[in-house]
């Protein structure tokens, strides 16, 4: 079965980090971008950050607090979420990038997972 298994999210503090991670089974992410998007209640799902095979791109709102990395080997692509905000609540997707050079748009995203959720307790 091909899919994308998102986890590591859960309830967190201003300022608290957590590394979300995203695996794949049944298709590799190996020579694909990946990348992060999250939705918020009530809002549209909004890209965060990409990792293509020689650069990453973040959205502003989490550039320089978060960061995308890869492991080829493990199948897998993470997300170190640093300096967490209340604003940074969501639920977390990972998608498999499928053409182009627009990492922003969902249509160019072949495969997602179902997400994980962040959440702010304060």
């Known amino acids: 079965q091909e899919q994308l298994v998102e986890s590591g999210g859960g309830l967190v503090q201003p300022g608290d980090s957590l590394r979300l991670s995203c695996a794949a089974s049944?298709?590799?992410?190996?020579?694909?971008?990946v990348g992060w998007f999250r939705q918020a209640p009530g809002k549209d799902r909004e890209f965060v950050a990409v990792?293509?095979?020689?650069?990453?791109y973040y959205a502003d709102s989490v550039k320089g607090r978060f960061t995308i990395s890869r492991d080829n080997a493990r199948n897998t692509v993470y997300l170190q979420m640093n300096s967490l905000k209340p604003e940074d609540t969501a639920v977390y997707y990972c998608?498999?990038?499928?053409?182009?050079?627009?990492?922003?748009?969902?249509?160019?995203?072949?495969?997602w997972g179902e997400g994980t959720q962040v959440t702010d307790c304060s």
């Open positions: 998608a498999r990038h499928q053409r182009g050079d627009d990492y922003i748009t969902r249509a160019n995203y072949d495969y």
């Open positions: 049944g298709l590799t992410l190996s020579g694909y971008a």
């Open positions: 990792t293509t095979w020689r650069t990453t």
